[in-house]
């Protein structure tokens, strides 16, 4: 029986959330006066733009309810230390997995007891260009080290009653077209072959693989994975 599940039907509503122009700046309040005289106005007076943003999270994951979806976003637009809290049934899609960018620790979002999926861009991002300090991978990697756990870095959540399927729910592979004439579609087809298969190995089974990668890869080819 597969543990984790690798693709997701069409239920789910993704709300992005993450890289909101307003709070990329060194001191929102300051830069977007308006915004902060918004968000006292709808939230009270202790209330700041990240309030303004946490608020239309909700509202709009709310929407998506209503139309009989099931909210997600990125966990980046996650924030806490506000007037307003993220709904707690809004799913986690966890990208920021490069150690060199800040980021909230995976862990957190888990103790919150929200469900988790993994798309930790240290292994599961293609972005074509290769741009800021990312490349193409091979599926090596995915295959040798990664598991449905390991959400950030390359070290998994030490908890694991925290990272079992019913808290991290699966995981995803994400093609970005960061510089889209880097690569055709048949490029990219042949590129990320050998990632999804490495990836659907340790979603079908997260213990050490029992095939080396050259075995591996002998076999996907014979499969025509």
């Known amino acids: 029986m597969r543990e984790y599940a690798p693709l997701f039907p069409g239920r789910y509503w993704h709300l992005g959330a993450d890289e909101y122009l307003a709070l990329t700046v060194k001191d929102p309040e300051a830069s977007f006066p308006q915004l902060v005289t918004a968000a006292k106005r709808k939230y009270g007076s202790r209330a700041t733009v990240q309030d303004l943003a946490t608020g239309w999270l909700n509202d709009r994951a709310a929407v998506a309810r209503s139309l009989g979806k099931e909210p997600k976003a990125w966990n980046d637009g996650f924030f806490t230390g506000g007037v307003i809290t993220p709904d707690k049934n809004i799913e986690v899609e966890y990208w920021t997995g490069r150690t060199r960018w800040a980021a909230r620790p995976p862990v957190e979002y888990l103790r919150e ?6 798309l930790n861009s240290e292994y599961l991002y293609y972005v074509l260009g290769e741009p800021n300090g990312f490349f193409y991978p091979t599926g090596k990697r995915i295959y040798d080290e990664w598991t449905p756990g390991t959400l950030r870095g390359t070290q998994p959540v030490s908890d694991k009653k925290l990272t079992g399927p019913s808290r991290v729910l699966g995981a995803r592979f994400a093609v970005w ?8 579609e048949q490029q990219v087809a042949r590129g990320i072959r050998l990632p999804l298969a490495a990836l659907s190995q340790r979603l079908w089974n997260p213990a050490k693989p029992p095939l080396s990668w050259a075995a591996f890869t002998r076999l996907a080819d014979r499969l025509g994975v």
């Open 113 to 118: 007891g929200r469900n988790v999926v993994n």
């Open 177 to 184: 077209s960061d510089q889209p004439q880097a690569q055709t």
